[in-house]
């Protein structure tokens, strides 16, 4: 039987705003789940970290650093894939049961940003690749043209929405030929070098640690925290939200992490152009490597920024946002290399890896996945409730933040003086901590410390429950 794409009449489609996802509308399985974090998870980013795991570590060390860390990494976004499936809704409404609802407009706030940002880094990457292959092929690069190109099908992408995306496109051709275009990058790498010889050598040593490593993998998949519930919502249920999301997300993880360890270290270059079109024999395929790879990239920032923004502005129009939002990381990509910035990009682990803490402290264990959807809409929160606004949440929060911070500042040299001055000159602590506790990694420790102290202060015995604030949905 062939297969066909039929898409959707727009006109007559609901725009899925912040209200939950009716349950005849949830109608992805654990293979659209899989096409769809497969295809995000197969990036060329997640190359670029295999490349900082060696030589530091040796080749089995690496490769160890990269199945734990995609484990851990993919064991949460499975985990907030689950609440997103069993309520229905996406992710920065969640954020109203344990924040408040003005309290998620700083989750809100946060997560648009780095929506946008990372959007732009994903048009930036596409137009860079592109314009070094037409230049190349045509003799001129014309970088602004595949800027508007990429980011005007990105945009319509997220116009047409994830559930038709992800069935009609994702799941029927997307993910085959992403794997098959994967499959061969790893044949021609291993026949155009084998197993470089670098890698047989005894580590190194120096940074990364091997669980300083395991943290910039576990960064790989957290990265879309923010996001996941926005997709997962339209799952049909629990168990293939959660088995999809972890099964296509850590395929890509450790494929494209170990691909990223083998091959580039092997021509000298952490140029990603230089070695898809000079270091292996792909010719014009690399322009194909990029459409699938990173398209889909900006559509899932671009989509789930205006969800972010709809938390906020519940009536403004999702298609309108989409569109905003689009032309808006278009114009970025045009005037900014964010590649310049992606260090700093990265430093968005240690906000919602811990902000994740408590959402899970908050849905699994005190409210133990019974959360009426019916809180979300009205001023919901726990303990110390202030104006729409938990004020505990948010201060563990900042705790989750700092304590990551401590351990692993990254790599951003005023952001790594700033925590300096507060950890060591101010506070008289070592720092960073993960140089003094070298198998200390940053982000379970933040996740673990967020969960667990708000569970403890914002825990309530069965059958005594807290003063309500006015207004407040106990």
């Known amino acids: 039987m062939a297969l066909a794409i039929r898409w959707p009449n727009l006109t007559a489609a609901p725009e899925w705003g912040i209200e939950p996802v009716p349950p ?9 789940n899989a096409a769809l974090w497969g295809n995000l998870g ?39 894939a689950v609440i997103g499936a069993e309520t229905g809704v996406p992710t920065m409404v969640l954020y109203r049961a344990p924040l408040g609802i003005r309290g998620s407009y700083l989750a809100s706030l946060a997560t648009l940003v780095r929506n946008v940002a990372w959007g732009t880094l994903a048009l930036v990457l596409i137009a860079e690749v592109a314009a070094t292959l037409s230049e190349r092929g045509l003799g001129w690069g014309a970088r602004p043209i595949w800027v508007l190109i990429f980011g005007a099908l990105g945009t319509g992408m997220a116009v047409i ?41 005894a580590p190194a ?9 395991v943290d910039l993998v576990v960064a790989l998949p957290v990265a879309w925290l923010p996001l996941v519930a926005d997709y997962s919502r339209f799952s049909r249920s629990a168990r293939s939200a959660f088995w999809g999301t972890f099964t296509g997300s850590f395929v890509a993880t450790v494929w494209f992490c170990a691909l990223g360890v083998l091959y580039l270290p092997a021509v000298n270059s952490q140029d990603l152009v230089g ?51 689009g032309v808006a990381s278009i114009a970025l990509a045009l005037a900014v290399n964010l590649l310049q910035y992606e260090n700093v990009l990265l430093l968005t682990g240690s906000l919602f890896v ?20 019916a809180a979300l809409y009205q001023n919901g929160g726990r303990f110390w409730y202030q104006d729409g606004v938990n004020v505990t949440a948010l201060v563990v929060w900042g ?6 911070n401590w351990i692993s500042p990254g790599t951003v040299d005023w952001w790594v ?12 602590l070592p720092f960073p901590l993960g140089e003094e506790v070298t198998w200390l990694g940053a982000s379970i420790p933040a996740f673990l410390a967020t969960f667990l102290l708000y569970a403890l202060v914002a825990w309530r015995p069965t059958g005594q429950p807290q003063a309500k604030a006015e207004g407040e949905v106990v």
């Open 24 to 32: 005849e509308s949830r109608t992805l399985g654990a293979l659209d």
């Open 42 to 80: 197969f990036s060329l980013l997640l190359m670029v970290t295999g490349t900082l795991l060696v030589p530091a570590l040796g080749l089995g060390q690496a490769f160890l650093a990269i199945l734990i860390g995609a484990v851990i990494g993919n064991m949460l976004l499975a985990a907030a």
């Open 161 to 201: 929405g994830p559930h038709t995306i992800v069935r009609q496109w994702f799941r029927k051709f997307a993910l085959w030929f992403v794997v098959l275009v994967a499959a061969v990058i790893a044949l021609s790498g291993f026949m155009e070098f084998g197993i470089p010889a670098m890698l047989q050598r």
């Open 205 to 213: 040593g120096g940074w990364p640690s091997f669980w300083q490593a």
């Open 275 to 325: 070695w898809l079109i000079g270091g292996m024999p792909l010719g014009l395929m690399a322009l194909i490597i990029v459409l699938m790879l990173e398209s889909d990239g900006a559509f899932a920032n671009v989509y789930s920024a205006s969800v972010s923004v709809q938390n906020v502005a519940p009536q403004a129009s999702q298609r309108g946002l989409v569109v905003a939002v």
């Open 354 to 373: 811990p902000l994740f803490g408590i959402l899970a402290a908050d849905y699994f264990l005190l409210r133990g996945r019974r959360l009426e959807t």
């Open 399 to 404: 705790v989750g933040f700092l304590l990551y």
């Open 417 to 428: 003086n700033a925590m300096d001055w507060l950890f060591h000159g101010l506070l008289r």
